[in-house]
């Protein structure tokens, strides 16, 4: 549906079930991708699935929380192929946690990676990106609804689409921004959720089913598409419904 011939997509946290997805939905558009991840040894084996040869990815290891990564990933990605169109910042870190017993830790490790990674990815990359590019900033629903022993990742995820619109009015004309909320995703990440609450969040959904990464994939696929070239600051949920249940 949509032609990304020669054009490069960044992605970080690629190594994860949603951003496996959305590189091989880019990669089968035409894109050259751009793939990091704090896991390299498993990032490197998946782009080789993709591109035996290695003439259309690249893979670096980055650590969400260093602003170095950010901006080596950066050097390398212009070094590559002189540029990027889009950039989709999907590393991110979900634990079960109650505030009552959180420790400084564990707040400062899920806001870093969940927060600070996209500010310092995106700041990265704001000159990078070539004009009539596009940013997608994955969230979540718990940004918009908060989640129960989840406060650290909800908070950072509620920061990250407050940030997403803010910098949609720095960049434009020149860069749309624009944010996607999963819902229930069938990947590793939920899977202690779903052994807790699984069967009473699905008879929750209205689609009464889980989403796939593909189906995400697929909406952060439109959202940098020329089809959404006049959607900017905006949020796309992917959730079957949950979120509108009270």
Not at 202 to 224: D, M, N, Q, S, W
Not at 241 to 246: A, D, E, R, T
Request: proline share 3%; hydrophobic share 45%; with cysteine.
């Amino acid at each position: 549906m949509f032609d990304f011939q020669d054009r490069v997509l960044v992605l970080t946290g690629a190594n994860g079930g949603i951003t496996r997805a959305v590189a091989e939905t880019f990669f089968g558009l035409g894109a050259n991708l751009v793939l990091s991840d704090i896991a390299l040894d498993g990032l490197e084996d998946f782009a080789r699935t993709l591109d035996p040869e290695g003439t259309r990815i690249v893979t670096l290891s980055q650590d969400a929380r260093s602003a170095d990564d950010a901006d080596a990933l950066a050097e390398a990605c212009k070094e590559r192929f002189g540029g990027a169109d889009f950039l989709v910042t999907g590393a991110g870190l979900y634990r079960d946690q109650l505030v009552d017993t959180m420790t400084d830790a564990q707040w400062a490790e899920t806001i870093g990676i969940n927060l600070d990674g996209v500010f310092y990815t995106c700041r990265a990359f704001a000159h990078v990106l070539r004009d009539g590019g596009s940013i997608v900033n994955i969230a979540s629903m718990a940004g918009h609804r908060g989640s129960y022993q989840h406060a650290h990742y909800s908070a950072a995820k509620g920061a990250v689409l407050s940030f997403s619109r803010s910098l949609a009015l720095e960049l434009a004309p020149r860069i749309r921004v624009n944010s996607v909320s999963p819902g229930l995703i069938e990947t590793p990440l939920i899977q202690p959720l779903l052994a807790a609450r699984g069967d009473e969040l699905i008879a929750a959904t209205p689609l009464k089913r889980l989403g796939t990464p593909e189906e995400v994939a697929r909406a952060i696929a439109f959202l940098c598409s020329d089809w959404a070239s006049f959607v900017n600051g905006e949020t796309l949920h992917v959730n079957g419904g949950l979120y509108i249940v009270s």
